[in-house]
């Protein structure tokens, strides 16, 4: 019984990383519009992955918003000099539809109240806040070592 277990979670991890491997690979580029408060301060330097989420202005007038995941180990998954929203940021994506959001929110600063389930805009965005965004799709950023 322990083997057919064993099989069967060996079976189910390479059909993942089948599936992983061979889903349709986009390059994204947009500012960062603001950044879950939650993931960007809660990393561990410890053996766990850590997380960051934003949400990308891109030149697309179809798709305007994006919300992208970075997962890694480590403590930086994006460098510091993306977070003022100024500089383009290009990564290469997945799209995932289990983690599209609806209506996300925003604010200028942080409250207690407020820090579950919202983005800070970042500095060149808080004058010229996003509109109301019905579906914002998300994509999981795809991990390269830095050479």
């Not at 089948?18 to 879950?36: E, P």
């Not at 480590?74 to 500089?87: A, H």
């Not at 990564?91 to 200028?108: G, L, M, W």
Request: proline share 3%; hydrophobic share 35%; net charge positive.
């Amino acid at each position: 019984m322990l083997r057919h277990k064993q099989s069967l979670l060996t079976v189910v991890t390479l059909a993942s990383f089948t599936l992983v491997a061979v889903a349709k690979n986009t390059k994204l580029t947009g500012k960062i519009v603001g950044y879950d408060v939650m993931h960007h301060t809660s990393k561990s330097a410890s053996a766990v992955q850590n997380q960051e989420v934003v949400i990308l202005e891109t030149s697309n007038p179809k798709q305007k918003y994006l919300k992208v995941m970075f997962s890694s180990f480590g403590t930086t998954q994006i460098e510091e000099k993306y977070f003022d929203g100024s500089q383009p940021l290009t990564t290469d994506a997945f799209r995932d539809h289990s983690c599209d959001e609806k209506t996300p929110t925003f604010v200028s600063q942080v409250t207690l109240q407020e820090i579950a389930q919202t983005y800070l805009l970042t500095d060149a965005f808080k004058t010229q806040r996003p509109g109301r965004i019905k579906n914002l799709k998300c994509y999981v950023a795809i991990y390269k070592k830095k050479k």
